[in-house]
């Protein structure tokens, strides 16, 4: 089956911008967790949707947001850009909420200016 | 606190084992991870153990968990050229859900 698919898999924005992120799950799976890696923090919880409800937040501003659709798809936006928001957005997905095994994407590496 | 610690860079020659080690501070973790990535790709599931386990082999992987040292450690048996990527350990708590900790990765270069 289909794994977890992220769009688009490369973005260049500027400073001040906003952008939105895709992920499609692996099919059944119903919860969708967002991480941001990056050279200096490494990878770092974002949120998790599941059943179209934010179910855990990580420490992030405000800026970052997300939902998730009816169908289990969901989106992470990002407002008013900042240079240090560069970085590989992954996109994983799992049965259930908190279940233990995560299949990731492949990533969309946004690049800020 | 929560931490979790690796070393960044492992070298080794093919056919040899490599021993990549992560230890964490959080006692109250469930499950330990290894995750692989390679070159601009995702995260690939390898492997994971529940905190009450001690050793779990599959294939050539084998990883033990000491919990008294809160020390984990992945070994793969006659490594390729093909296994040169980041190894990610990461810990999970019951009360987190899919909110992992993880390390920052150790560099694994398999040489011929």
């Known amino acids: 089956k289909a794994g977890v698919t992220q769009t688009p898999r490369y973005l260049i924005k500027t400073r001040g911008q906003q952008v939105t992120l895709s992920c499609s799950p692996i099919?059944?799976?119903?919860?969708v967790s967002w991480y941001q890696q990056t050279p200096g923090q490494g990878l770092q919880f974002l949120f998790e949707y599941f059943s179209e409800t934010q179910r855990n937040k990580g420490n992030f501003p405000g800026r970052f947001s997300g939902r998730q659709f009816s169908n289990s798809r969901s989106e992470m936006n990002v407002s008013t850009l900042e240079l240090g928001d560069s970085a590989l957005y992954l996109c994983?997905?799992?049965?259930?909420?908190?279940?233990?095994?995560?299949?990731f994407g492949a990533g969309s590496r946004l690049t800020v200016l | 606190g929560e931490d979790v610690e690796q070393s960044l860079f492992l070298s080794v020659r093919e056919g040899d084992s490599s021993v990549i080690n992560c230890t964490y501070t959080d006692s109250s973790s469930t499950y330990l991870y290894w995750y692989k990535q390679e070159p601009g790709a995702g995260l690939q599931l390898l492997t994971y153990?529940?905190?009450?386990?001690d050793m779990k082999q599959d294939q050539r992987l084998t990883v033990l968990l000491n919990k008294k040292d809160k020390h984990l450690s992945l070994r793969i048996a006659d490594t390729q050229t093909g296994d040169s990527a980041i190894y990610f350990c990461a810990e999970s708590k019951e009360q987190a859900g899919t909110a992992l900790i993880f390390g920052k990765g150790t560099t694994l270069s398999v040489s011929s």
């Open positions: 153990i529940f905190s009450n386990m």
């Open positions: 994983a997905s799992s049965l259930e909420s908190g279940a233990n095994v995560l299949t």
């Open positions: 099919s059944g799976h119903r919860s």
